[in-house]
């Protein structure tokens, strides 16, 4: 049988599988990364850090239903010094990407500047689209943004990336590809959560969550078009050498073919991660080999990028 190629490379960076974890999925703790770290996971990416130890919102900050989660966990995390220190310890076999996610534009400074003296992070995953961040880096000041970015790359040389919120007008998606495509830039992900949801008990008559008045980000099958609208848009508009991470609603092999099919060269799971464990890795490989196999493509690079456009015939 002719074997399936579901390898992928984030620039240069090289993945025998083109499936991770999002940050904020189970990757927190001691225990939580060496379960990734023994996992099928094609990359192993951490909990978004800061400079210190954060307990995050209050309890109940997360909570699923059948087609999404909706959280506001408030940056719960152990500090970046315990994730370096973490990954000195550990034999290393995959990608580890280190996502940062200061409370201000001076922390991110220091969180990449740590990170980029540890030999054991492929990568850092600059996380720019936390409602907890002070200043609004990712307004409509895109001279802000460039600014910023321009101030990082002074100093930085591990490969960088930059995960996005979700964007809903092209224009948008346009002004902020032009900044992107300024920098050397390693990929960005897309997308995060979508903004201010809320969900609502109606045996209680209440919300779900309790921090922010019971409004938090949406995640899961509900926002994967919102997703896949975002890497079609941004694999338009952004530099060819800048790669793609999918992020948004990813529970089959299916989800994980049209991620890659609209540009994505690699995706993340993180409801579904959730829900299902690390064990969800090897599904979703079978899976997406099965329909590849189905399709008589040999690798993900035979259609990613290739979404057609409907003609009626």
Known sequence: MKKIDISSCINEIYLSLCIMNASGAICTTDKELNN??????????TKSCTRNFRNGNKKPRYFEWKMGSINSMGLPNLGIDFYLKFLENQEIKKPIFLSVSGLSMEENFFLIKKANLSKKISAIELNLSCPNIKEEILGND?????????????FNKKPLG??????????????????????????????????????????????????????????GAVIKPFALANIRKFYSFLRRDI????????????????????????VQIGTQLIKEGVSVF?????????????????????????????KKF
Request: charged content about 20%; some cysteine; hydrophobic content about 40%.
């Open 36 to 45: 990734l770290l023994k996992s099928s996971s094609g990359a192993v990416v």
């Open 142 to 154: 895109l001279c802000k943004i460039s600014n910023f970015l321009g101030k990082i790359f002074k």
């Open 162 to 219: 930059i995960k996005l919120p979700p964007f809903f007008k092209e224009k948008s998606v346009e002004n902020i590809s032009l900044i992107l495509n300024e920098f050397p830039i390693t990929f960005i992900t897309c997308i995060n959560s979508l903004p201010n949801g809320i969900f609502v008990d109606t045996n209680n008559e209440t919300t779900v969550i309790q921090p922010n008045n019971g409004f938090g980000g949406i995640g």
């Open 243 to 266: 790669s793609i991470i999918g992020c948004g609603g990813i529970s089959s092999g299916k989800d994980v073919f049209e991620h890659i099919l609209c540009g994505a060269s690699a």
């Open 282 to 310: 090897d599904r979703l490989r079978k899976e997406l080999i099965l329909l590849l196999r189905e399709k008589n493509y040999s690798s993900i690079r035979n259609f990613q990028g290739k979404l057609k456009i409907f």
